[in-house]
């Protein structure tokens, strides 16, 4: 499979999707790199209701309902504010010739610093309706500028559809997709409840997803790292992204799968591989892959 996986990355048919556990590859000095270390870190100096405590996104709720939404912000870019370096795989993938789509679903920004001494690339990253009302996505160069544009259009019957890209993101080698948000560039965060039920709401017709990640991931595989499938959120949000994609994936995931995980595998075409992620990314990391000419 590994032979396989490297040669879906010459053809650049194939869309890493990074997890949380791809963040702690950087070492001690990596910010969160799972939900339950998240929490503990936002928790640590509020009072949170206990039956709460372990709850990333009922905590999050929690904060942002009795300590405004800016005490969350604050505590989540804390959490995230790190100096370690980008992993082993952050700078083997921005150093791949052909990399049209990585989606990073999670909060820091390791990707932007892998990608930072390469051109033209750029970020989509997810924003809350609490703090861009009527926006779903912003979309950022690399020297952290925002891009201009609308995020949706109305149709005739006036329900809100996906926009167009703005133009000159189109033109971008490698796209950037965070649709949690991330602390770089905005500090935008998708992690209390009521940020999930608004793009929850829409997520089944697409519009959360931007135009041009749609565009892209056609006919394109994925390839799962450092992702688990064990609560309703995490499979909502890797179902649809994936939508309308080839239908040959692949997942590192060691050891043993709930019975949701496996169901949602079989759904989904998704491989499992059954390795460490630490003994996969050596693999996958120890030649250099580019382009077929």
């Keep these: 499979m590994l032979s396989e996986i490297e040669n879906a990355f010459r053809r650049g048919d194939i869309i890493p999707y990074l997890g949380p556990a791809v963040t702690g590859l950087a070492g001690a000095d990596a910010p969160p790199a799972t939900p339950e270390t998240l929490v503990a870190q936002l928790v640590a100096g509020v009072t949170v209701p206990h039956k709460i405590r372990n709850n990333l996104t009922a905590a999050a709720q929690y904060i942002e309902n009795f300590k405004h939404r800016k005490t969350l912000t604050c505590l989540m870019t804390k959490a995230f504010t790190s100096s370690a370096a980008p992993s082993d795989l952050h ?3 921005a150093a791949q010739d052909t990399l049209p789509l990585v989606v990073h679903a999670w909060y820091d920004d390791l990707p932007q610093k892998a990608l930072q001494s390469h051109s033209d690339w750029g970020v989509v990253q997810g924003v809350t309706q609490s703090e861009h009302f009527g926006e779903w996505v912003n979309y950022f160069r690399p020297d952290h500028s925002l891009v201009p544009g ?3 259009v109305r149709d005739g019957s006036g329900a809100k559809a996906p926009a167009e890209a ?3 993101t189109l033109s971008w080698k490698t796209l ?11 500090a935008n965060y998708i992690v209390s409840d009521s940020d999930y039920v608004e793009i929850l709401t829409e997520i089944d017709i ?4 931007p135009e041009a990640v749609q565009a892209i991931r056609k006919g394109r595989s994925f390839l799962f790292l450092g992702c688990r499938f064990t609560n309703q959120l995490e499979r909502s949000f890797s179902r649809q992204i994936m939508k309308r ?10 050891g043993n799968l709930t019975r949701n995980e496996e169901k949602f595998l079989q759904e989904q075409n998704i491989t499992r ?4 992620l630490v003994d996969f990314v050596a693999d996958l990391t120890r030649t250099p892959v580019r382009a077929v000419a």
């Design 91 to 93: 700078v083997w993938l």
């Design 150 to 152: 609308k995020n949706f």
């Design 166 to 168: 703005p133009d000159e």
């Design 176 to 186: 950037l997709y965070q649709p949690l948000g991330s602390i770089s560039p905005g």
């Design 206 to 209: 697409q519009t959360p997803i």
């Design 245 to 254: 994609s080839s239908d040959r994936h692949w997942a590192v995931i060691e």
């Design 273 to 276: 591989i059954d390795a460490s």
